[in-house]
């Protein structure tokens, strides 16, 4: 939630701004701003509510220029999204500019402390008393060291940062600051950059400095990087990582939006996870870094994660269970938290589910369930991110960059990772002989291909999107792990098209829901072949009783469905039916893609959302 830039060297600073902002979009695009520092000793700011695009035409008129600068594009937390709430913000002198990502829990009682000192604040923020801080620290005894300042600003703030600080009289300096939101930063010939993520850096270097909680970093013109501890200690090995694609894997590729190319990407993403796994015994898995003894040793798996990845929670308690015979259970992150008692045994793993390895949420429940001692392995998408280096063990998804805040491939590549993870703990624990891994893993190379065969039929989307034109409703039902599918299918349309859908377990529908029914209304079933087919038909026919006009994802063949629904969206068999979630809901994605456009929607950046939720 939140983007931040940063930039000095020798070249101008707003082009890098600009674009890395559009990079970052995707964690929050209510407002957009930066700030450079101009040629004349001032700062030239430029920040209006809106898009990036609308900051990037007005930058066109303004014309900061210089050679240094901070920029920033916001998911409002505290302040609405307008012009005045909009970073930069900056202190009473109006030489000193803050941006930040994160929340300052303490903002209010510092406010009045810094008002009551006769401190003048101009926007309702939380991250204005940053700048304000920092303007005391400036005055103070270390005048002249903008990271001690920043360091001094820190130690009152309680909550979570990123921040990334600039002054008018230490021209040529960046102070930045991280804890418990990311920030990376990065040298080159050309000077120094600091940003939230990997992506705005990815087309100018392939190695970052990824800052620990607690750290400080002073960025300077000639490219110096000073890495400092809260203790104003210089860090002198910080952690960097490698940035292993290249930057065109963000950009469109001739695509019209980031959702239809990220849908397109789910077949290679599934092969290159699945690539190389089958080993001579089991499944190499060796990022769960746990050894054989102690895998078969687990005898308790609790997957935890947020809205989407949660589904994949899911899905993979059920695989754990039939595959390895292992109790799994799976909790909403935002929920464990603040479970009075989590029952843990000594041999429990964790899996954490994350496809941006920044999830507040989720990483406090990964935090917990390492204190209470339990290994925790985590599924994420994002290289070196903080899900990633706090873990015990992690398997990168390997999705590419998702910048669709609607998640996709990561959700399939997701589903694919828990299920090696259950073929892992099945092999190690004895429940499955190598050859009934084989077979699994032969089931699962058979995916990408079906997947495809979705693609080939997207037409059957469009057609049955447009049930959806005069209703503000719909019903998603389904069993066993469609259940789940239901439930994800729900969540992408109502994300994208901001049309009311409730996902429901379908044999659950005549304990409420069915109450929605009426003449014409839009019910999505999943009823593919499986154990569970013949009784979600009966339940097809208690809506088509009610006068739903039902859309089926059914198997190839079922002619028996095809006869009752208005639309069939049509999946190849698959040999295993808990696989068929991986499949399905591939429909579901194309389908509320063509509901969304059809009402004029955004489909990358649905209002109210941010791809990175790095709030509670
Ligand atoms: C919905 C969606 C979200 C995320 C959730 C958790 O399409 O993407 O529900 O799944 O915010 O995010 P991660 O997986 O990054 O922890």
């Not at 390997?398 to 910048?403: H, L, S, T």
């Not at 829901?513 to 087919?533: C, K, N, S, T, Y």
Request: one cysteine or more; glycine letters at 8%; charged letters at 20%.
């Amino acid at each position: 939630m939140c983007g931040i830039v940063g930039y000095t060297g020798t070249n101008q600073a707003s082009p890098f701004l600009l674009k890395g902002l559009q990079t970052l979009e995707y964690r929050g695009y209510d407002s957009a701003g930066l700030e450079v520092l101009s040629p004349d000793g001032a700062l030239h700011g430029v920040k209006y509510a809106g898009r990036v695009s609308a900051l990037v035409e007005r930058c066109k008129v303004a014309n900061p220029v210089g050679t240094s600068g901070i920029a920033h594009t916001r998911w409002a937390t505290h302040g609405a999204p307008n012009d005045k709430n909009a970073h930069p913000h900056r202190d009473c002198s109006e030489r000193i500019a803050v941006t930040h990502n994160g929340i300052i829990e303490n903002f209010r009682e510092l406010k009045a402390q810094l008002m009551a000192a006769g401190h003048e604040f101009t926007s309702e923020t939380d991250t204005e008393v940053i700048a304000h801080l920092v303007e005391d620290a400036w005055k103070g005894p270390r005048k002249g060291d903008l990271v001690a300042a920043l360091r001094n600003a820190c130690s009152r703030l309680k909550g979570s940062w990123a921040i990334a600080c600039i002054c008018a009289d230490a021209p040529g300096q960046i102070a930045v600051a991280r804890n418990g939101s990311p920030l990376v930063v990065a040298s080159t010939a050309d000077g120094a950059y600091a940003a939230s993520d990997v992506m705005p850096l990815a087309s100018i270097t392939s190695h970052v400095i990824q800052l620990a909680n607690s750290q400080f970093a002073l960025l300077e013109s000639n490219g110096t990087i000073t890495v400092y501890d809260e203790t104003g200690d210089m860090v002198r090995d910080p952690s960097t990582i490698d940035i292993d694609w290249d930057a065109s894997a963000a950009t469109l590729g001739g695509h019209a939006d980031f959702m239809e190319k990220e849908i397109a990407e789910q077949p290679e993403a599934i092969e290159r996870l699945l690539q190389g796994r089958l080993g001579e015994d089991g499944i190499r898995l060796d990022e769960l870094r746990l050894a054989r003894d102690e895998l078969a040793s687990i005898d308790r798996v609790f997957l935890i994660a947020c809205g989407t990845s949660s589904h994949v929670c899911q899905i993979a308690r059920t695989m754990i269970e039939s595959w390895a015979k292992v109790p799994a259970t799976w909790a909403y992150a935002s929920e464990f938290n603040y479970e009075p008692e989590v029952l843990v045994t000594p041999n429990t793993l964790c899996v954490i589910v994350t496809q941006s390895g920044e999830t507040a949420d989720t990483l406090a429940a990964a935090r917990r369930m390492k204190a209470l001692g339990c290994h925790v392995f985590a599924v994420t998408n994002v290289l070196g991110s903080t899900a990633a280096r706090e873990a015990d063990g992690v398997l990168y998804v390997q999705a590419g960059p998702e910048v669709c805040v609607a998640s996709t491939k990561a959700y399939t590549a997701q589903l694919v990772a828990c299920a090696l993870l259950a073929l892992v703990l099945a092999r190690a624990n004895g429940t499955m002989d190598q050859n009934g891994v084989a077979r699994h893993y032969h089931d699962l190379s058979l995916l990408p291909d079906a997947i495809r065969e979705v693609f080939r039929r997207s037409w059957q989307d469009k057609q049955a999107s447009a049930l959806f034109r005069r209703s503000s409703s719909s019903l998603y039902l389904g069993r066993g792990v469609n259940a789940t599918t239901a439930l994800e299918g729900a969540l992408k349309i109502k994300e994208i098209s901001y049309l009311h859908a409730e996902g429901y377990p379908a044999g659950e529908m005549k304990h409420g829901p069915i109450a929605l029914i009426e003449q014409g209304f839009p019910v999505v079933a999943i009823v593919p072949a499986d154990r569970w087919h013949d009784k979600t038909v009966s339940n097809i026919q208690e809506c088509i009783a009610r006068g739903a006009h039902v859309i089926a994802v059914a198997t190839d063949g079922d002619e028996g469905v095809a006869s009752q629904v208005e639309h069939v969206l049509w999946i190849p068999p698959l040999p295993d039916e808990l696989l068929v979630p991986v499949v399905a809901i591939v429909h579901l994605q194309i389908l509320a893609r063509f509901v969304a456009l059809a009402r004029g929607r955004d489909v990358d950046k649905p209002r109210n959302l941010a791809k990175s939720v790095t709030v509670e």
